[in-house]
């Protein structure tokens, strides 16, 4: 990668620096604490990884986290895996999440918006109320601290009522989408045993009515441990025989206890994507996520009480439970139940508007697919309020920089963050007061010590190498679930540099600081020893009008070659033909590399994906290699398990 330093798409001004939560952070931690008043965010960053106890000790004092008892120190063990953070601390993520009760009682917590575009608020005072009658309720039905509360739920006010009264509990909440199908729900509620199953009769998205209460009803008879499960109508059906309503829970006028419980107490249960096996239950615990969301949320994002942050997402995705922690910073925050693309590409933008979002986050995918059909987003909605688009999902490539910049404002701070499910948080993103450049994600977090490492184990600057954190996050797991010995978490991070964390992406950490992903380094492009990730085939070959969606995978050979397909889904009315393929070879060998010009190019009738929305590399490689589809994939994890079967085809065919 060239070191030579471009100009910035986008600087912020200096009042906006000036104003910026972080810089004030930075005076205050400078004054009580010791981190440097001068240098910028570079010398604070450097602080906050060289004084990693002193940085989260301020991190807890700026956020005023309350510690029902306090701790001893800060990190009292800091190996990986296993670092034990505050012990002896007890407190309670709910009761941080409804703080802005006490003081902004009858403004918006949650702005609920369905297809119909039109936003429902619904005040701090009646989050509060909810929350506390349904915890009360959770208790009279035996839920203790530790149990495990399951929702089956679309991105609805009642499935943040139903978190925040588990949390206050002391019990471990997980959540799965309605339209993930029941194996797949299984796979994962059936790891951690919920007593406790919070259910919709169904959903509705892309302008129809979906009706799920055939597979609640085989949840209800896969789910043994199952004490309880709680029917909310969202589609205005009758609760199911032996089902409690969810309006008698939630009726009550009480103030909400929340059960002080240890820092490293789970708070909830989420899943990787599962497509070569049973999903990985990652178990994130109560203090670890709250300081982790506190400080990327309030300091990353400058989220405070005047902002509105709208996130397309699902419960199904972590960047849901990180919508919701946004009540942390006392922000309103945007739920959208529904198709980001009802009634038309431009649906998100529009909801923006009228929901007076000043974070609007959604995903590369979807920037990329209002650039592929001509959407204005300014022309067309007032944006003025939003001050940030982030995006996350996928790397946002460059043409994505470029049209936010031109279409959305030219004052606009685009932020391509990175992390992972597993961190429930970004490893790199979002920073209010460095420059943008183009392709490029900000910076690594604040005590987050990113590297790229090569293979030896050597930091590299200006080259590909593998993302790397060679210290404990609060946010990274306690532990997976049924994983006794710790083995399954282990293989998963720290196998390949003991003792430092390996995320499984190839980045580029520049001279100047900022990252650059090229996609997962377990799927990516090794021509004659010049490596290259997926996302920058992507990037480039998306860009010709004719080619809707692409796949591309380096499959080894079993006589020591090395096969390199480009899959291409095409856009409706395009035509494959010899002059479309030459453009696409063409594309990649001027803008990227001869070496990576795929072998060949095939179109196909689809490009399948997991159920958060990322393209399956690893899997398909595995049936090109001639592993049988039921061992390649978890077919329940999958989208469109009959896109794979021609992938499976096509291998038979080869031979």
Known sequence: ?????????????????????????????????????????????????????????????????????????????????????????????????????????????????????????????????QVGSLAAELRALGVRPGDRVSGYLPNVPQA????????AVGAVWTSCAPDFGARSVLDRFQQVEPVVLFTVDGYRYGGKEHDRRDVV?????????????????????????????????TSADVDPVFEPVPFDHPLWVLYSSGTTGLPKAIVQSQGGILVEHLKQLGLHCDLGT???????????????????????????????????????????????????????????????ACRKAEVHPSRDADLTRVRCVATTGSPLPPDGFRWLHDEVSEDLWIASVSGGTDVCSCFAGAVPTLPVYIGEL????????????????????????????????????VRFWNDPDGSRYHDSYFDTYPGVWRHGDWITVTSRDSVVIHGRSDST??????????????????????IKESLVIGVEQPDGGYWMPLFVHLAPGAEFDEALL?????????????????????EVPGVPHTLTGKRIEVPVKRLLQGTPLDKAVNAGSVDDVELLKFYERLARERG
Do not use: C
């Open 582 to 602: 030459d453009r696409i070879k063409r594309t990649i060998r001027e803008q990227l590399s001869p070496r990576h010009v795929p072998d060949e190019v095939i």
């Open 525 to 546: 492009l090794n021509r004659q020893g010049v490596r290259m990730g997926s996302a920058d085939i992507y990037e480039a070959v998306e860009r010709l009008p004719e």
């Open 217 to 249: 009803a085989q949840l209800r008879g896969e789910l043994p441990t199952l004490r309880a499960v709680v029917h909310i109508p969202l589609l205005g059906t009758e609760a199911p025989e032996g089902a409690l309503d969810w309006s008698t829970l």
């Open 306 to 368: 005047e902002d509105r942050f709208f996130w397309y997402t699902s419960t199904g995705w972590m960047m849901w439970n990180f919508l919701v922690s946004g009540l942390l910073t006392g922000t309103t925050i945007v739920l959208y139940d529904g198709s980001p693309g009802h009634p038309d590409t431009g649906a998100q933008w529009r909801i923006a508007e009228r929901t007076g979002a000043t974070l609007f986050g959604t995903s590369a995918a979807y920037v990329m």
């Open 442 to 477: 900000q910076a690594a977090g604040l005590g987050t010590d990113l590297q790229s490492w090569d293979a030896s184990g050597r930091p590299v600057v200006d080259e590909v190498g593998e993302l790397v954190v060679t210290n404990p996050m609060p946010s990274m797991p």
């Open 1 to 129: 990668m060239s070191t030579v330093n471009p100009s910035p798409l986008w600087q912020p001004t200096p009042e906006r620096i000036a104003h910026a939560r972080i810089t004030k952070f930075q005076a205050w931690a400078a004054e009580h604490h010791g981190a440097p008043a001068h240098g910028g965010y570079a010398a604070l960053h450097r602080w906050s990884v060289d004084e990693l106890d002193t940085f989260w000790k301020a991190v807890t004092e700026w956020f005023d986290v309350r510690f029902s008892t306090p701790y001893a120190r800060v990190l009292g063990d800091r190996s990986m895996p296993g670092a034990e953070w505050f012990p002896g601390a007890t407190l309670n993520y709910a009761e941080h999440a409804l703080r802005a009760a006490g003081t902004r009682a009858d403004e918006p917590a949650l702005l609920y918006v369905d297809e119909t575009h039109e936003p429902t608020p619904v005040s701090w005072s009646e989050l509060r109320r």
């Open 160 to 167: 943040v009522v139903a978190l925040l009264a588990t949390a």
